[in-house]
């Protein structure tokens, strides 16, 4: 149990920097900035998938928690927020170089999640705006300052400590239960599930990488290294680890439905790609 509560601890502590300095930005521009930078921030979206897809892929899971803050205020479009989530590499990149997988093997996935996730942003936003006539969301990150009940009048420091304490708590509390689910059913029984079939490794790996936790990312990698999972059951599940994205996202954006679709679409890509990779044949 202490290592549960240690882990839960560790898991929501290194988070802090990346939704302070986001909720801290994000109180900026609600109250220092101009109409015009934030039209400036609104028309820079198209390219979002781009940006979105290379910083994901940086270690941690933190900045799929901003991601789904800035989606949550419409500063970033649904397309940027798939590149983030499908690029996010959570613990992947400390795993493989804890095991000393060679650089060929970690470029190679880091570029497929960051292409993956570059294409499908693109492609997410362009079928938004062309195909279903979406139009731009309005800024709501006035919103967001209600939903969170914040005391914007204290200034945008203390309005952003506000808003990263609540979240921490909210993310502490589902964490601690993820992880206290995992101590009692063991990654073994979780690692059991996938099998390394073609099609059903892919889905249920996506499956498993939707667990809101890093344990999905370790557990994945882990048995990839070990000959257990193929390459496309591989990139499937670390495709549809967003870390704590979706979690965060639940609590910040106000649309349930909306939300249950973008956990719909990030399943599908995700499962889409990897068994592409499968199909053919890529190698890692």
Same mark, same amino acid.
């Given at each position: ?73 419409? !500063? $970033? #479009? ?5 590149? &983030?989530? +499908?690029?996010?590499? %959570? ?81 502490? !509390? $589902? #964490? ?5 689910? &995992?101590? +009692?059913?063991?990654? %073994? ?96």
């Amino acid at each position: 149990m202490s290592d549960v509560i240690f882990d839960t601890l560790q898991d929501c502590v290194r988070l802090l920097p990346f939704l302070f300095f986001t909720y801290l930005a994000m109180e900026y521009l609600e109250h220092k900035a101009g109409e015009k930078m934030q039209n400036t921030i609104r028309r820079s979206g198209r390219f979002g998938p781009v940006i979105g897809s290379v910083l994901g892929a940086f270690p941690q899971c933190g900045f799929s928690a901003a991601a789904s803050n800035l989606y949550a205020g419409r !500063i $970033i #479009t649904l397309g940027t927020l798939i590149s &983030i989530y +499908l690029s996010t590499s %959570d613990e992947m990149l400390p795993i493989l170089i804890s095991e000393k997988a060679g650089a060929d093997m970690i470029f190679k996935i880091l570029g497929v999640k960051i292409l993956i996730g570059m294409a499908a942003g693109f492609l997410v936003d362009i079928i938004a705006v062309v195909f279903l006539k979406k139009e731009k969301d309005a800024l709501r990150i006035e919103h967001l300052c209600e939903q969170h009940h914040c005391h914007c009048d204290r200034g945008i420091v203390k309005s952003a400590v506000h808003h990263t304490i609540e979240i921490f708590v909210y993310l502490f !509390i $589902i #964490t601690f239960a993820l992880n206290f689910m &995992i101590f +009692l059913i063991g990654e %073994d029984f979780l690692a059991n599930l996938i099998l390394n079939r073609p099609f059903i490794g892919e889905a249920v790996a996506g499956i498993v990488g939707l667990i809101p936790n890093c344990a999905a990312s370790v557990i994945i990698t882990q048995l990839y290294l070990r000959g257990v999972l193929n390459a496309g059951a591989m990139i499937s599940g670390l495709l549809t680890g967003a870390g704590v994205g979706l979690l965060v996202l639940f609590r910040v954006n106000d649309k349930t439905k909306e939300n249950m679709r973008i956990t719909a679409i990030l399943y599908a890509l995700g499962v889409a790609a990897g068994c592409i990779v499968e199909l053919l044949g890529v190698t890692f």
